[in-house]
């Protein structure tokens, strides 16, 4: 089983900035790709940011400001979220392809239970 963990949210001011960590743990060969995405009230949950082979990419709304970036020795995600806007509040979820085995090719999709950020004015 594999499981995934967020922490490092939490209430800052406009401007401010956190750091959002995600922790892949369990029956893990490799770590695939990995993404933030986040989910506001009533709204989809969209795509943030996704590392994958070493190349970034990120939503329009967040690009100059939030930075990802992973340990893959220790199999953690993180994201680095700079000049923070009250829209960018929502819960924030980590998601990883992992393969479990070397004897399989095969990745399984995971999504860690979320992280709050708010934002206040």
């Known amino acids: 089983q594999v499981r995934l963990v967020e922490s490092g949210g939490g209430l800052v001011q406009a401007g401010g900035s956190l750091r959002l960590s995600c922790a892949v743990s369990?029956?893990?060969?490799?770590?695939?790709?990995m993404g933030w995405y986040r989910q506001a009230p009533g709204k989809q949950r969209d795509l943030v940011a996704r590392?994958?082979?070493?190349?970034?990419m990120y939503a329009e709304a967040v690009k100059g400001r939030f930075t990802i970036s992973r340990d893959n020795a220790k199999n953690m995600l993180f994201l680095q979220m700079n000049s923070l806007k009250p829209e960018d509040t929502a819960v924030y979820f980590c998601?990883?392809?992992?393969?479990?085995?070397?004897?399989?090719?095969?990745?399984?999709?995971?999504w860690g239970q979320g992280t709050q950020v708010t934002v206040s004015s």
């Open positions: 998601d990883a392809d992992v393969r479990p085995s070397s004897s399989s090719y095969r990745s399984y999709h995971y």
């Open positions: 369990g029956t893990i060969f490799s770590v695939n790709a």
């Open positions: 590392i994958a082979s070493g190349n970034t």
